[in-house]
């Protein structure tokens, strides 16, 4: 059974350092990996998809890279903002069952 | 950009009543998701369609059914309401999972008292 696991599970930096919260799997027979991001109390908004073929994938200041073979994401978010503080979501979809799998996600705090 | 509307943000209902909980997309999409989230354990998967009037249940679908009479609305359906299932319930849609990943909804944050 996939599972996924997210660390630190809660990370507090202050305004304009560059962090990385990761994410690993057990089961390397993935889709794609996907991250997200949950403000308190809302939905969740996709950040980045890593097809399983692509490294990388960047939008704005964030960078999400890929490591199948390895099991393991990672996000990059350069430049801190108070804004970006919130719960970090990663899932993976996997190849039996085409279904998502979550981690329990890492709580940023951003301190202005 | 894809819109997934789930039609109430807070619901307080009492135990043994029937709820609804409404899940509507924009954009055409075969799959829709319904997932509950919990602290500790995260989001679990109750029941997803991957068309009209198809229904697959999740890892949790006891105490639950759903409903897709329309492609574009999905429905949740917990028969008789009880306090275990007080959480957050999230819906989410796709036009192809494995290329195109999941859009959520804003969530429904459903108390039974």
């Known amino acids: 059974k996939q599972e996924v696991t997210q660390i630190p599970a809660a990370l507090s930096v202050p305004e304009g350092e560059n962090l990385v919260l990761n994410c690993s799997f057990t089961?390397?027979?993935?889709?794609?990996l996907q991250w997200f991001r949950q403000d308190p109390g809302k939905g969740l908004t996709s950040l980045l998809l890593?097809?399983?073929?692509?490294r990388e994938q960047t939008s704005g200041r964030l960078n999400a890279s890929l490591d199948k073979s390895s099991g393991r994401s990672t996000l990059y978010i350069a430049a801190s903002q108070p804004g970006d503080s919130a719960t970090y979501l990663c899932?993976?979809?996997?190849?039996?069952?085409?279904?998502?799998?979550f981690g329990e996600g890492t709580q940023l705090t951003v301190n202005p | 950009d894809v819109k997934v509307t789930q039609s109430s943000r807070y619901l307080v209902k009492r135990t043994g009543e029937k709820v609804f909980l409404e899940c509507v997309q924009d954009m055409d999409h075969e799959n829709m998701f319904w997932y509950r989230q919990d602290p500790g354990l995260g989001l679990r998967l109750i029941y997803f369609s991957y068309d009209v009037k198809m229904k697959e249940k999740g890892d949790i679908p006891e105490g639950y059914s759903v409903s897709r009479e329309k492609k574009e609305r999905f429905s949740l359906i917990l028969e008789s309401a009880s306090t275990n299932q007080t959480s957050m319930y999230l819906c989410?849609?796709?036009?192809?999972?494995?290329?195109?990943?999941?859009?959520f909804g804003s969530g429904t944050r459903l108390t039974v008292v």
């Open positions: 899932a993976v979809m996997e190849t039996s069952g085409s279904r998502l799998t």
């Open positions: 890593i097809q399983s073929s692509q």
């Open positions: 089961d390397s027979a993935i889709y794609n």
């Open positions: 989410a849609s796709s036009l192809n999972p494995t290329i195109r990943g999941y859009t």
